[in-house]
């Protein structure tokens, strides 16, 4: 079955404590992504990836890093979290065919940090 | 600039009934997408639709139907006879062009709830 899994799905932590959201797609995809949703906000991208160690920033890529080492994963790093990156967090992944292309979507991760 | 607005915050409708979610765009661009995703309860995104700026065809699919307009850069989503399991929130998103960058242009979302 095609999909973009993320892990974990909920998780607390408190600040300054460095995590790591996993996410990793099945498809052969070269193009992925990371968002963020905040009430009133709506979406925002984070990071995106073009292929395997080509990574750019998106729209709020402040307390946040990526890396792209093999093509099916592209973890999301917060080095010291702070209470304002609380949120739910996307990873996408979309074909090599153009814009066309729908983005297939994680679970989620909703990440509280205090 | 691009933008995405979805004006109706919320929408409360009773089982049975039609609703229309509302999507309009902004962009310079001459080629595009467009697109609607569906958010339940539990979180996901789930993919509907994706039109391209050439196609202005309308699009049905079961009780799920589309119009898209370029004259007035909407790309309205009804949905017929609403059941209860319609109840999500629901996202149009354009996408962008910034270089290679595939980032999907968000609207804030239309709460749908339908009740029996």
């Known amino acids: 079955e095609a999909q973009v899994t993320q892990n974990p799905r909920y998780l607390i932590t408190v600040t300054g404590k460095k995590l790591t959201v996993t996410c990793s797609q099945n498809m052969n995809h070269e193009y992925m992504s990371w968002y963020r949703q905040d009430p009133g906000l709506g979406l925002r991208q984070i990071y995106y990836?073009?292929?395997?160690?080509?990574?750019d920033k998106g729209d709020v890529p402040e307390g946040y890093k990526v890396s792209r080492k093999e093509k099916r994963n592209f973890p999301l790093i917060l080095e010291s979290p702070s209470p304002n990156q609380t949120s739910l967090y996307f990873c996408?992944?979309?074909?090599?065919?153009?814009?066309?292309?729908?983005?297939?979507f994680g679970q989620g991760t909703r990440l509280t940090v205090v | 600039a691009q933008k995405v607005t979805q004006a109706q915050t919320e929408i409360s409708v009773v089982e049975k009934e039609d609703v229309t979610l509302d999507c309009v765009y902004e962009t310079r661009d001459t080629t595009y997408y467009l697109f609607w995703y569906k958010q339940p309860p539990s979180g996901e995104l789930v993919f509907l639709i994706r039109r391209n700026s050439f196609d202005e065809q309308n699009e049905i699919s079961g009780r799920y139907s589309w119009n898209f307009q370029k004259s007035t850069s909407s790309f309205n989503f009804t949905i017929t006879a609403s059941q209860v399991v319609d109840s999500a929130v629901y996202f149009c998103?354009?996408?962008?062009?910034?270089?290679?960058?595939?980032?999907?242009?968000w609207g804030l979302g239309t709460s749908l709830a339908v009740n029996p």
């Open positions: 990836s073009m292929n395997v160690e080509v990574t």
């Open positions: 996408a992944s979309s074909s090599p065919r153009g814009q066309n292309t729908e983005a297939f």
């Open positions: 998103a354009l996408n962008g062009r910034a270089g290679n960058n595939r980032k999907l242009i």
